[in-house]
């Protein structure tokens, strides 16, 4: 069995740059959630995608988008990239969104 | 809405100690409860999921309890060693997608 996979580990962009972020989901998941943490905060909720559809999404701005496949890995898309978007990303994988969540290592990105 | 709480932010022990780490939720309306640990700059690692019909769940040196009634739950940790240094979040899942809601994180030093 596959774990929950993550791509790339680390980044650098400029501030306005665009940026995508990549997450497999572990082997029989069909739902991806993302996450967002700041340094030395819990985990915040950006958005959910449960077979191939957004299926909820925190407070975060439209320039915050995502996409999941067929075979249900995932993409976090940012565009117009700011300095306070500096953070780990993280995606996890569930089946059906309810039950126990197994987590990625994280992208951390960081935006000059 | 649902809030989670992490009391204390930081604990510094010597090794061998018993410790316990709290968890309290405003809305006890919950399903499940995850205890997740995190090395710096790392993942989130499951380390027990309760379910809300269970009022506890161990696996090895950890303890996990759950209190819904009264908002809360701990994590007890025995005999803690070095290798237990961590941040240790709880978290909570709402809403109709099952999004996390985390706590700030309980980070654990363990001395030799």
């Known amino acids: 069995e596959t774990g929950v996979t993550q791509s790339p580990t680390h980044l650098i962009k400029t501030r306005g740059q665009q940026v995508t972020l990549r997450c497999s989901s572990q082997s029989g998941h069909n739902t991806v959630s993302w996450y967002q943490q700041a340094l030395g905060q819990g985990p915040q909720f950006i958005f959910q995608y449960y077979r191939e559809e957004e299926n909820g999404r925190g407070n975060f701005p439209p320039r915050f988008s995502g996409l999941q496949f067929p075979n249900y890995s995932s993409e976090l898309n940012v565009n117009a990239l700011e300095l306070d978007d500096s953070a780990l990303y993280l995606c996890?994988?569930?089946?059906?969104?309810?039950?126990?969540?197994?987590f990625g290592p994280g992208t951390r990105l960081t935006v000059t | 809405k649902q809030e989670v709480t992490q009391i204390p932010a930081a604990l510094s022990v010597p090794e061998g100690e018993n410790l316990v780490l709290n968890c309290s939720f405003t809305d006890s309306a919950i399903y499940n409860l995850q205890w997740f640990r995190q090395d710096p700059g790392k993942g989130l690692t499951s380390l027990l999921l309760i379910q809300s019909s269970q009022r506890e769940q161990t696996s090895g040196r950890l303890n996990a309890s759950l209190d819904k009634s009264s908002g809360r739950s701990t994590l007890y940790i025995a005999a803690s060693q070095p290798g237990d240094s961590a941040t240790y979040l709880c978290?909570?899942?709402?809403?109709?997608?099952?999004?996390?809601?985390f706590g700030q994180g309980t980070t654990l030093q363990v001395k030799p």
């Open positions: 996890a994988s569930s089946l059906d969104g309810f039950y126990e969540q197994y």
């Open positions: 978290a909570v899942p709402s809403g109709n997608t099952g999004k996390l809601i």
